[in-house]
Every structure is written in C-alpha cells, then in structure tokens.
C-alpha cells in the first residue's frame, strides 16, 4: 500500500465543467477524485461520469436556502492506467457552480468492492472548525481513508486567505487544499491517511479563517493485503 501521486488541483467558476487530469497512473492501482463546490439554485451534487461515488451528498444550504457548498469522493478501481481526466459535471439546474478537485493514485487498495464506510457531516453556520463526522466501523483492518472538506461564507463573501489547517487531524496527510475563492474554485481541503486496525473514523479540521457553511465528507477503502483469519479454534476432544 502506498500512496502514489496526485494532480495538481483543478478550479473553475460560473458553472462550468472541471476536468483534472493525472497521467503516468499503473494499470491495477486505485484513484480517488475529491470534489468541493459551491452553487446557487438547488443542493443537487455534480456527477462523474465512468466513477463510483464514494460519498456524494445533497449540498449543504447556506444564505437562507439561496447558495449551497458541497463535498464528495468519487473513486476508480482496477484502472487501466495511463491518463485520467474525468469530467466533474453541475447539477442539471444549478447556476454559478464553482469547482475544486484533485485526484490522488494509491497502490494496494482491493481491486473490486473496495468501498467499506463513509459519513457525512455539515452545517450551515458552523464557525471556524469542522469535521466529517463519524464512520461506522470499518470491517477489516487495513483500510485507506480519504476526507473532503468544502466551506462557504455565510455572508457570501470571498477571501484570498481561508487559513484552512491542513491536514485533517493527527496521522492525515494532506493531498492538497484551496485557500483562495477571490478568482476561481471554492475554499477545501483533501486528505488521506491508511489505517491499521478496524474501528471508526472521523476527519476533523482545527480551525479556519472565517464563519463559514460547511460539508465534510469521508470514507474508508479496504486494503487488498489483510491479515490472515485467525485458524486458532478450539477444537472438541473425544475421549
């Protein structure tokens, strides 16, 4: 299991599709795409057309139901390799739909049902510090756990310098964040962390810059490698 690269961050504004793209992937690894937006009109999530979705709720409402800001994992397993660019495509209805994402390439991750767990936590007027809320308990050990986070400002307002802490909480890595909503793309940040033993899982930030709506998302994928089930049972001895 490792972690293998990830795309440079992609933004858009004003409703247009995004397309991040990573090349030189290896045929048989496993990609995550993180996606934070922001819209007006609906909270319908965006698609991504040939991806599994991991996690990818209605859109938390903000402005008195006038804007919503979302967050989602989407997910390829077994790929082909070579280059990927999917399509992160607004809802049908939606306008002003403002897009960041990234993907990330991991090694050793089970090549088929891999998905084990996800959450979803938000909150429309949340202060400065968030997390996705809790998972239910993974059921194997080895997992990789991926978190999205998206945040807006209640008041509407953009900033150059969101102050996001990266990454999320003790033993994450950060995949990359978005600190600046003045020009394109929305305020978020992506991490990863692999895991060990089966339990719950929560991704939680410390702080950001601004009272903000939030969505965070999380979800655990199972590692193709597990320990060896226990063959130690006890065994009835006849006299």
Request: aromatic share 8%.
């Amino acid at each position: 299991m490792s972690h293998v690269q990830d795309s440079a961050q992609s933004h858009t504004t004003s409703g247009s599709n995004n397309t991040p793209s990573l090349t030189g992937t290896t045929a048989g690894n496993f990609l995550a795409l993180t996606v934070g937006y922001a819209q007006q009109t609906n909270g319908n999530p965006p698609t991504v057309a040939g991806w599994q979705a991991a996690e990818n709720p209605t859109a938390q409402s903000f402005l008195a139901g006038a804007a919503f800001c979302g967050a989602a994992i989407f997910y390829k397993e077994n790929i082909a390799g070579g280059t990927d660019s999917p399509t992160v495509t607004p809802a049908a209805g939606s306008t002003g739909c403002a897009i960041s994402c990234q993907i990330e390439e991991h090694s050793g991750i089970a090549t088929s049902s891999s998905l084990d767990t996800a959450h979803t936590n938000n909150a429309a007027a949340s202060g400065t510090s968030g997390d996705s809320g809790t998972t239910g308990s993974t059921t194997v050990p080895n997992t990789l756990v991926i978190s999205a986070l998206a945040l807006a400002d209640v008041a509407g307002a953009s900033h150059a310098a969101w102050a996001i802490t990266t990454p999320a909480a003790t033993g994450y890595t950060s995949a990359g964040v978005h600190q600046d909503d003045t020009a394109t793309g929305r305020p978020a940040e992506f991490s990863y962390k692999y895991v060990t033993s089966a339990g719950t899982q929560i991704a939680s930030w410390a702080s950001w810059g601004f009272s903000a709506a939030y969505q965070a998302v999380i979800a655990a994928f199972k590692l193709a490698s597990q320990p060896a089930a226990d063959q130690s049972a006890t065994v009835a001895h006849l006299d």
